[in-house]
C-alpha cells in the first residue's frame, strides 16, 4: 500500500501539480499555537506540514530555525508533549505530517519507542538530517516497519556516486537540498540546483521536493518540470520570531500564513 | 583485563559502538575528502617529516618529562612526573594539532582556516599556525567567552585571526562548534575546520589523537629511557579529550599500565553543576558523534559547569567512551576546589604554573601517588601552563590584582 506521502505526491503528478510543504517549529510560543497553526495551513491546502522538534544543537539549521528551536525549549516543550499534542489533531482533515527531528533526540527516545508514538500521533515520515544516508540503514528497515516514510536528504555536495547509497534507504521523498549550507532565505534558485535535479530523475522514481533557501512564489517556477515539490521554512518561521519580537500579533500571523500558503499553494498547483 | 586495541576507529569511524559520522549530508562529502587526504598523508614520510621539523623548531619539542621531586615528598608514594606540554610554542598542548592540520589544510589547496575555541586555548594555537602558513583564519567564541578572556582575544587578533562573537543557543563553545560546522557546510570547497578536540564526526576525533599521540610516544620514551621502565600509572584531564586521548593511546596496547582520564567535577554531582559526561553522563548523539554527554531525558544537551573553561564542555571524544566501555582507562573527577588548590600547591613546590585544567589531572595524581609505593611512578600530563587563569584564580581567592 502507498503511503499517505506517496499518495499525494502521485494525485498531484496526475494533475501535473507540485506540492507544497511549509515548515513550522513545534511549540512556538507554544503547543497550542503550534495546532492552530497546522489547521490554518491545513484549510489552506498546503500538501504537507514539517513539523521541526526542537533540538539545543542543530547545526544544520540557519539561525532563524535555530532561534526558533531556543524559543520553544525555553517554554519547556517536550517531546512527549509534542506528540500529545499533534493526536490531538484530526488527521483526517489535514495533509501528511513530517517531523524533522535530531538524531540525538530519536536515539535518546529510542527508535523504536519514538516511531510508535509517531505512528500514534499520526505522523506519516521522517527527515532524521544528521543521520546521513550512510548511517540510515537499520533505521531504514525500523521506519518502513512502522508503516512511515524515511526521507533522506541530497546536498549541493554530494556526489552521484554516494546519492546511489543515499537513496536505498529512502522513501517518501528526496529532500532536495538547493544550496551548499545551512537553512535560511537566498534571492534565487541556483543553477547548479537545476542541474542536479536533471540527474536525481535518472537516478530515483521517487519524487524530489528542494528546500533550503525556498522562500516565495517566484522560486517555484525554475523548478516547474525538474521537482515535484517545494518546502519553505526559516521565511515562515522568521514570523514567528516578530511574534515574540511583539512586532506581529498573533492574529496577524494567522493573516500572514494564510496568505504565504495562498500564494504558494496557487504558484505550486497552477498547472 | 580489558581487551581495548589502538586499532580503532574502523573504516565508518567506529570506537567499538561510538563515534561514526551524525552531521547533515552537506557536510559529508567534505569529510571523505579530508579522510583520504589525512591518510595518503599519514602514509607519506615527506608530509612526516616536514611535520617533526615543525614540531622541533616551531613548537620546541620535544616537551621534557620532569620529576615533581617536592610534590613527590608532599604526596608521599611512587614517583610523580609532569609531561611539560605547558613549555610548548603558546603554551599548551594544542599547537601540535593545530601544526599537523595546518599542514593537512595545504596539501588540500585550500586557503582558509575555521576553528571553535572555549577558553581560546585552541583559538590562539589556530591563529598561531595560520599565521605561520599564512592561511586565513576565523575563531568562532562564545560572546561570554570573548568577554572573559580578553588576553587571548587579543592574541587571535594580533596574529591576523578574526574572532566572530558567537551570540546563539549557551553562548559558549558548544555553539561555538555548532557556528563553526555551519559556516563549513557553507564553504567546505575553500575552507578547512580545525577541530580542536578528540570529538566531532569521523576523521576529527582520529586526527586529532594522532596529531596529539607525540605526547604519549615522548613520555613513554622518556620514562624508559630515565627510569628504564614504564609509568605504573598515567592520568590526564579530559574536557573534550584531546590531550587525554594523545597521552593514552600509545600506552593502551602496555596493559600493566593504569590510564586515568580527570574530568571537571565542578561544585557538585548534580547535571548543570559539573562537566563530567564520563562520570555522570549517558549515550547520546552531540556535535556529529556517538559518545558520552550531558543531556535530559529527550536528548536535549545540558548546561555544564567547570572552575575551567577547557573543561566546560557537555560532551566527550568517542575514543574515550570506548575506553570507558572497555574498562582500559579509569575516569574520575576533581572538583573545582581541588584543582585550585594544585593550582597553588604545584606553583609553591615546583615553580611551575599548571593550566586550572590540568590541575585537576595533578590532583588525582597527589590522590593516586599516596596509594602507591615510592618504587613506583606516576606520569601526569601538565596539558599547559596556567597564566590565562591568574585574573580567575585572583577573582576567585579574593585577590586583587
Known sequence: MDSRISAVFASLKEQNQMAFMPFITAGDPDLAATQQVIRTLGA????????????????????????????????????????????????????????MV????????????????????????????????????????????????????????????????ILKSCSGFVYCIAVAGTTGERERVADSLLDQLKWLREETDLPLAVGFGISKPDHVEPLRGLADGVIIGSAIVRRFQELADKTLSSEDLQKELTKLAGDMVTATHTK | MSNATKSVPDAEGRFGEFGRRFVPETLMEALDQLHEEY?????????????????????????????????????????????????????????????????????????????????????????TACARFG??????????????????????RNMGAEVRSVTSGSRTLRDAINEAMRDWMASVDTTHYILGSAVGPHPFPMIVRDFQSVIGSEARQQCLDETGQLPNEVIACVGGGSNAAGMFYPFVEDYDVSLTGVEAGGRGTQP???????????????????????????????????????????????EHSYWKESGRVQYTVATDDEALEMFQLVAKLEGILPAVESSHAVAHAVKAAQKRSPDEIVVVCLSGRGDKDISEVARLTGIEM
Open chain 1, 44 to 99: 489552506s491546502n498546503v500538501d504537507m506540514i514539517e513539523i521541526g522538534f526542537p533540538y539545543s544543537d542543530p547545526i544544520a539549521d540557519g539561525p532563524v530555525i535555530q532561534a526558533s528551536y531556543t524559543r520553544a525549549l525555553e517554554s519547556k516543550v517536550s517531546v512527549s508533549q509534542i506528540f500529545k499534542a499533534l493526536g490531538e489533531l484530526d488527521h483526517e482533515e489535514l495533509p501528511p505530517l513530517v517531523a
Open chain 1, 102 to 165: 535530531s538524531f540525538a533526540i530519536v536515539f535518546r527516545t529510542g527508535v523504536d519507542q519514538f516511531l510508535s508514538s509517531c505512528v500514534e500521533s499520526g505522523i506519516s515520515g521522517l527527515i532524521i538530517p544528521d543521520l546521513p544516508g550512510d548511517e540510515a540503514a537499520e533505521v531504514f528497515e525500523k521506519v518502513k516497519g512502522a508503516g512511515l516514510d524515511l526521507i533522506q536528504l541530497v546536498a549541493p555536495t554530494s556526489p552521484r556516486e554516494r546519492v546511489r547509497k
Open chain 2, 39 to 127: 591518510l595518503r598523508s599519514k602514509a607519506d614520510p615527506d608530509f612526516q617529516s616536514q611535520l617533526d621539523h615543525l614540531l622541533k623548531t616551531y613548537v620546541g619539542r620535544p616537551s621534557p618529562l620532569y620529576f615533581a621531586e617536592r610534590l613527590t615528598e608532599h604526596a608521599g608514594g611512587a614517583k610523580i612526573y609532569f609531561k611539560r606540554e605547558d613549555l610548548n610554542h603558546t603554551g599548551a598542548h594544542k599547537i601540535n594539532n593545530t601544526i599537523g592540520q595546518a599542514l593537512l589544510t595545504l596539501r588540500m589547496g585550500k586557503k582558509r582556516v575555521i576553528a571553535e575555541t572555549g577558553a581560546g586555548q585552541h583559538g590562539v594555537a589556530s591563529a
Open chain 2, 272 to 318: 548543570g553543576d559539573h562537566a563530567s559526561p564520563l562520570t555522570y553522563g549517558s549515550k547520546g548523539v552531540l556535535h556529529g558523534s556517538f559518545s558520552y554527554v550531558m543531556q535530559d531525558e529527550d536528548g536535549q544537551t545540558q548546561d555544564v559547569h567547570s572552575i575551567s573553561a577547557g573543561l566546560d564542555y557537555p560532551g566527550v571524544g568517542p
Open chain 2, 135 to 156: 592561511l586565513d583564519c576565523v575563531v568562532y567564541m562564545g560572546e561570554e567567552d570573548i568577554r572573559r578572556q580578553k588576553l587571548n582575544v587579543f592574541l587571535m
